[in-house]
């Protein structure tokens, strides 16, 4: 029986996907390196790192292709937004699917300990845009009876979890404060209805409400 009868078909496998010399045949791969009497092997790259490193090559060179010289059919700003737009449009889907899951019962609060939290998240997140007294600086004034997006109890809370106008409105504040924290934040500016602020600034919006 040959030698090579004697090797088993797992190890002539090994061998034939990594060239791996026996230990006997070694002197055939052996450099004049020596480190400390250490030699050294010039082993031959297997034969599927080889062709793995060339794959990768080839599709970066793809990659890289459409990428930077084919913009206009492979953009990757249209493909995130396109993306991000069918990520909205789940979400808008789910909750329709799903009103129980999302549904707030909002309420206007007028007792003291709600208003003044209210008071107190307005201090913290509103007064930069609306000031202190809710007479309106880069927002508008809250104190009139004017209302860009509606007035009334929903339609604040709305707007503070919402955001308001795509682009030049306040933005979303859901991700930063509770629904019980908007919900007091909400009654405060109600609260703040037909009161006399230091600079009011001038009425905006054709939506007239009048607190009851």
């Not at 329709?96 to 206007?108: G, I, M, Q, R, S």
């Not at 009139?144 to 604040?156: A, C, N, R, S, T």
Request: aromatic share 10%; glycine share 10%; hydrophobic share 35%.
């Amino acid at each position: 029986m040959s030698k090579n009868d004697q090797i088993s078909g797992w190890k002539r496998f090994i061998q034939s996907v990594t060239r791996a010399k026996d230990i006997e045949n070694e002197e055939e791969i052996m450099t004049d390196h020596d480190y400390d009497g250490i030699k050294e092997l010039d082993n031959v790259l297997p034969p599927w790192w080889t062709a793995g490193f060339i794959i990768t090559i080839l599709v970066g060179a793809f990659y890289y292709i459409n990428v930077f010289f084919n913009s206009e059919k492979y953009n990757q700003y249209e493909e995130l937004e396109t993306e991000i737009a069918e990520a909205k449009a789940e979400v808008e889907a789910y909750k329709e699917a799903n009103p129980d899951l999302f549904k707030v019962d909002v309420t206007l609060l007028t007792d003291a300990a709600s208003l003044d939290a209210g008071k107190k998240t307005f201090g913290t997140y509103c007064v930069a845009c609306h000031m202190a007294d809710g007479g309106g600086g880069i927002g508008p004034n809250l104190t009139d009876d004017h209302w860009i997006l509606g007035g009334g109890m929903e339609k604040v809370y709305n707007t503070i979890s919402e955001g308001g106008r795509s682009g030049k409105g306040m933005v979303s504040w859901k991700a930063s404060l509770s629904a019980q924290q908007m919900q007091e934040v909400a009654s405060y500016v109600i609260s703040l209805q037909g009161t006399t602020p230091a600079n009011p600034k001038e009425a905006e919006g054709e939506i007239i409400w009048t607190k009851q």
